[in-house]
């Protein structure tokens, strides 16, 4: 979140009257250095709840709010995002509108997120808000949780997530190359090798 968009969610928080501005002020000075959100700190502080700082930023972003406890997953949502980008992003994909990913995440401000997901999966996607905890516990319904007994790894296995990694490649360069042509930047005999 930018500098604009803390102050800004500080000064939602006092004038909701959920926080002083002394503790918005402590906060920013202290969070600095943790590299966490302003939002997030607050609550590992103790100075907020989860659901306080959910509530201020679906108010302040205009982003809906969801329940992930009270959602049942869709698989071929879930099947959309590998397990391994939604646990290194926190974010969990639970629901498909029409060709639209509904995403929760807890910082819906990571725009490369959603430009990531739109590409992988060719399907639009939006945000939804969720508490951290809640992303966590959906995290793990969905894909399993990551203390489970890992498999063991074998040479073939380590050949076929090499092959996938290029197969996801060359799907994220051939979307940037139709986005380009399809925005006019660029034609398609630029990527004649690519085509």
Same mark, same amino acid.
């Given at each position: 979140? %930018? ?7 500080? !000064? ?32 590992? %502080? ?11 930023? %679906?108010?302040?972003? !205009? ?35 029409a060709r ?11 725009? !490369? ?14 945000f939804m ?67």
């Amino acid at each position: 979140m %930018s500098a604009m968009a803390k102050m800004m969610l500080g !000064e939602l928080l006092v004038g909701a009257g959920l926080v002083s501005e002394e503790q918005v002020l402590a906060a920013l000075r202290a969070q600095r250095g943790s590299g966490l959100p302003l939002g997030i700190y607050l609550v590992r %502080s103790g100075v907020l709840n989860e659901t306080e700082l959910i509530s201020v930023l %679906s108010q302040q972003l !205009e982003v809906g709010i969801v329940d992930l406890d009270a959602v049942i997953l869709q698989d071929d949502a879930v099947k959309k995002i590998p397990p391994e980008y939604a646990r290194a992003n926190r974010v969990v994909p639970f629901r498909m509108e029409a060709r639209t990913v509904v995403v929760a995440t807890s910082d819906p401000t990571r725009e !490369e997120v959603l430009d990531h997901v739109r590409v992988t999966t060719h399907c639009d996607a939006r945000f939804m808000l969720a508490s951290p905890a809640g992303i966590d516990r959906a995290i793990d319904r969905a894909y399993g949780s990551p203390n489970a007994p890992a498999t063991p790894s074998n040479t073939s296995r380590a050949a076929v997530s090499l092959e996938q990694r290029i197969a996801n490649l060359e799907i994220a360069v051939t979307s940037i190359i139709d986005l380009l042509v399809g925005h006019e930047l660029a034609k398609e005999e630029d990527f004649p090798s690519l085509k």
